[in-house]
Structure formats: structure tokens, C-alpha cells
């Protein structure tokens, strides 16, 4: 509340008269969109034979996809070592970049939570973090000087660490490889393959046109395929990278 006051005895100022306000046009982005090519976006087609087979595919190599994979990857172990009966799942992992991290151009202010909760056995200097925060402060900027005001609520980050985005990924795409997880880089989204209602995978292309692209289809049960639309590489080259 304390707050919140002193933030609008800052701001307050007497209110113009409406005879007095400009008249402004809004902006809607949606007004100035192009309609999506669903024609070309969702297709009603089954893969073809020179598919791939994967168990359980990832669409995207940022921390979330890279964590679910790593994740699903530590469950599928777990549950063999204690019998319980679930073979082997060829996980997979489809990004756009050329190489992982080339897309996260940015730096970070992390909570450790999620890292320690993913790697109960690591510690903190383990993870890709940079310096722990250990001060802070927030300014309104105005045209000739700068205010300091109190931190709000949300954007405290004692306990927190600094860290690099790019870093993240490539650290979280080492581990994933660690526990077997293949990752497909170079493959930006095309399509998705659907049977009806139902999505049965992804079409994935290349940036340059002298390489390949990539169909990710899904069968009943948890199975994905890969599918090379090259007449140039075979699916083995392309699995390399």
C-alpha cells in the first residue's frame, strides 16, 4: 500500500480537460497481419518410407524443450532400472538454429530453482550461471535526470543469479546428449501433419536450399519419425548434422 502511494504522489499530476486531448487513432497489430496459409501449414499427409522412427519429440532446443527432454529421458531410466518394463525411447529434439544457443541472444537474471530441482545432484557453481545478484536498484528514467524508487515486489532478485541465455542451451543440449537425446539442429518449423483431428507430426525445412529438410510424423502409441525430403543426404547424414 505504502508503496503503491508513493509511486502515485510521483506520477500525479492535474488531469487535462477532455476538450483539451488530441484525438488519437489506436494501433491494432492484427489489423495490419496477413492470415495464416493453413493450406500450407497443416497438412493432410502420412510419411513417407525413408521416416525415421522416434518415440517422444521436442519442437524447440530452448531450456523448456531441453528440459522435458532431459526430464523424460531420467523417468524412461529410472523406470528400467526398477523393472518396469518400458523399452528404450528414441527422444528427439528439433530447433531452428543452425547450432544451439545461436537463437537465446540474451542475457538473464535465473532463479536456481528449476536447475536444482532438474539436477538434485549438482550444486549451484555447477550450473552455467555467471555471479550471484547481490545488489540491486530501480530508476525512473525522466528526460533530464534519473529518480531512484523502491524495487517493486516482483522484481526482486536476491538469490538469483546472472547468466547467459546461449550459455543455458548449450549447457542443458550437452547434458541432453549425455542421456542419449538426439538433437536436430538447422530445422526451422514448415509444417504440421495431421490425420483428421489429429496431429501425426512436424515438417521441417532448411534456411539454405542446397541441404535438407526434415518431416517429423507421429504414429499411434508415442512414436515419431523423422523424414528426409533430400535427394542429396540420406536420413543417416542427416541424423550427423
Not at 528439433?94 to 538434485?120: Q, Y
Not at 531512484?148 to 550459455?167: D, K, V, W
Request: charged share 20%; with cysteine.
Amino acid at each position: 500500500m505504502a508503496y503503491g502511494l508513493w509511486l502515485r504522489a510521483i506520477f500525479s499530476h492535474p488531469s487535462p480537460q477532455p476538450g483539451n486531448l488530441p484525438h488519437v487513432t489506436p494501433i491494432l497489430p492484427k489489423r495490419h497481419q496477413l492470415g495464416l496459409p493453413l493450406d500450407q501449414l497443416i497438412l493432410d499427409q502420412p510419411p513417407s518410407a525413408e521416416a525415421i522412427e522416434m518415440d517422444v519429440l521436442f519442437v524447440g532446443a530452448g531450456p523448456a524443450g531441453l528440459a522435458g527432454a532431459i526430464e523424460l529421458a531420467r523417468l524412461a531410466k529410472k523406470d528400467q532400472e526398477q523393472g518396469g518394463g518400458l523399452p528404450d525411447l528414441n527422444i528427439g529434439v528439433l530447433e531452428k538454429a543452425g547450432a544451439l544457443g545461436e537463437h537465446s541472444l540474451s542475457g538473464a537474471v535465473v532463479n536456481p530453482r528449476a536447475f536444482r530441482e532438474l539436477f538434485p545432484e549438482l550444486s549451484d557453481g555447477d550450473f552455467p550461471f555467471k555471479d550471484p545478484v547481490k545488489r540491486e536498484s530501480v530508476y525512473l528514467l525522466t528526460a533530464g535526470k534519473s529518480v531512484r524508487i523502491p524495487t517493486p515486489p516482483t522484481m526482486h532478485n536476491q538469490g538469483f543469479y546472472t547468466a547467459s541465455l546461449c550459455e543455458i542451451v548449450r549447457w542443458l543440449g550437452a547434458k541432453a546428449e549425455e542421456l542419449g537425446v538426439n538433437v536436430f539442429t538447422g530445422f526451422p518449423a514448415g509444417a504440421l501433419l495431421v490425420d483428421g483431428s489429429t496431429v501425426k507430426g512436424r515438417r521441417s525445412r532448411w534456411y539454405a536450399t542446397a541441404r535438407s529438410s526434415l518431416v517429423m510424423t507421429i504414429r499411434p502409441g508415442l512414436v515419431n519419425s523423422v523424414e528426409s525430403e533430400s535427394e542429396r543426404l540420406s536420413p543417416i547424414q542427416l541424423n550427423s548434422g
